[in-house]
């Protein structure tokens, strides 16, 4: 419980999302003890000094997902297949991962922030521009995010266009 009280203090820092939403996800981590904080040890920090091998995270947060009610192990698991390339296999367990919540508004965000890019590997241009559209609209939406939105949606004219698509987009 020291850790959970620690990594809690932790978020009070400034730091980036990316680093908020790892300390996030080892406070809930922390709240108790048990499987599910075993999986996650594993998934973060590894049983060992080398970091597990792809499959191995996968697998464990697939384990974490059938014993947590949200949406965390379905969240780690498309995190992992999309770094490796298989957006078709994450798609799946990000909207998973969002119909059954996640234990931050942080880690929510970011869920459907990579369901957009998902949706942009897939070429699925018009579900993508949708998708950011929702995300620019959530309240916690910043600034710096708005202007990444935009980015990502030229991308997604620009593909759509290059591959003689059509697009929603203006």
Same mark, same amino acid.
């Given at each position: 419980?020291?850790?959970? $009280?620690?990594?809690? *203090?932790? %978020?009070?820092? @400034?730091?980036?999302? !990316? #680093?908020? /939403?790892?300390?996030?996800?080892?406070?809930?981590?922390?709240?108790?003890?048990?499987?599910?904080?075993?999986?996650?040890?594993?998934?973060?920090?590894?049983?060992?000094?080398?970091?597990?091998?792809?499959?191995?995270?996968?697998?464990?947060?697939?384990?974490?997902?059938?014993?947590?009610?949200?949406?965390?192990?379905?969240?780690?698991?498309?995190?992992?297949?999309? $770094?490796?390339?298989? *957006?078709? %296999?994450?798609? @799946?367990?990000?909207? !998973? #991962?969002? /119909?059954?919540?996640?234990?931050?508004?942080?880690?929510?965000?970011?869920?459907?922030?990579?369901?957009?890019?998902?949706?942009?590997?897939?070429?699925?241009?018009?579900?993508?521009?949708?998708?950011?559209?929702?995300?620019?609209?959530?309240?916690?939406?910043?600034?710096?995010?708005?202007?990444?939105?935009?980015?990502?949606?030229?991308?997604?004219?620009?593909?759509?266009?290059?591959?003689?698509?059509?697009?929603?987009?203006?």
């Amino acid at each position: 419980m020291r850790a959970h $009280a620690a990594y809690g *203090a932790l %978020l009070e820092v @400034p730091m980036t999302d !990316d #680093a908020a /939403r790892a300390i996030e996800v080892k406070r809930d981590a922390t709240a108790n003890e048990g499987e599910a904080t075993d999986i996650v040890f594993d998934i973060l920090v590894g049983s060992s000094a080398a970091q597990a091998p792809p499959q191995v995270v996968v697998e464990r947060a697939l384990r974490l997902g059938a014993i947590r009610a949200d949406g965390l192990g379905p969240y780690l698991a498309s995190r992992q297949l999309l $770094a490796g390339g298989r *957006a078709d %296999l994450a798609l @799946p367990y990000l909207n !998973d #991962a969002l /119909r059954r919540a996640l234990p931050s508004a942080r880690l929510a965000k970011e869920a459907e922030r990579i369901r957009c890019v998902a949706l942009e590997d897939l070429a699925r241009w018009d579900d993508a521009a949708q998708c950011f559209d929702a995300l620019r609209h959530r309240p916690d939406t910043t600034h710096g995010d708005s202007v990444v939105i935009d980015d990502w949606r030229a991308r997604i004219a620009w593909e759509s266009r290059r591959h003689g698509g059509t697009t929603s987009l203006r």
